[in-house]
């Protein structure tokens, strides 16, 4: 039993630092590139 309930909890914490590490690959929108040009991903940062 304790056993399934490790499982579970690292099942968890994988999926969420996995979510995390997707959502920091998406590209900046475009009020954000206005704010800061040279945050990576913009298309004036790659000049």
């Known amino acids: 039993m304790n056993k399934l ?3 579970l909890f ?3 914490f994988a999926a969420v630092s996995f979510q995390a590490v ?3 690959k998406k ?3 475009a009020e954000q590139c206005k704010k800061d ?6 298309p004036q940062a790659k000049k």
């Open 5 to 7: 309930i490790a499982v």
């Open 10 to 12: 690292a099942a968890m």
């Open 22 to 24: 997707a959502q920091d």
């Open 27 to 29: 590209a900046p929108t």
């Open 37 to 42: 040009p040279k945050m990576a991903g913009c």
